[in-house]
């Protein structure tokens, strides 16, 4: 059983940062791609970014290129997401999401194409 946890969720002023992390249990981490989502109060879950297995290939959500850095470190088992300038509309519960083999640029802005999923760690920005 995969289990993907997240953390470093918070409340914070517009334009500051914060970091998300999402730790994944299991040794075939490396074999996965990755990806962040998020969910809004009365919104559908919207993707946010995705990485390759090996980090060649990274995919952003126009409304947060420049600003969201997604990152991996295959030896912890860990997905990151550096979020800065951060906007009022970010405010959501931000979930990592999993998949064994290749990122596939057309799919991964659809949660169907994962099959794992954390908790969720709420984001809040405020004006």
């Known amino acids: 059983q995969v289990q993907l946890v997240e953390s470093g969720g918070g409340l914070v002023q517009s334009g500051g940062s914060l970091r998300l992390s999402c730790v994944v249990s299991g040794r075939t981490f490396s074999s996965y791609s990755m990806a962040w989502f998020r969910q809004a109060p009365g919104k559908e879950r919207e993707f946010v970014a995705a990485?390759?297995?090996?980090?060649?290939?990274?995919y952003y959500t126009d409304s947060v290129k420049g600003r969201f850095t997604v990152s991996r470190d295959n030896a912890k088992n860990t997905l990151y997401l550096q979020m800065n300038n951060l906007k009022p509309e970010d405010t959501a519960v931000y979930y990592c999401?999993?998949?064994?083999?290749?990122?596939?640029?057309?799919?991964?802005?659809?949660?169907?194409?994962?099959?794992?999923w954390g908790q969720g760690t709420q984001v809040t920005v405020s004006s």
């Open positions: 990485i390759s297995w090996s980090q060649d290939m990274t």
């Open positions: 999401a999993g998949r064994r083999g290749r990122l596939v640029q057309s799919g991964c802005t659809n949660p169907a194409h994962f099959t794992f």
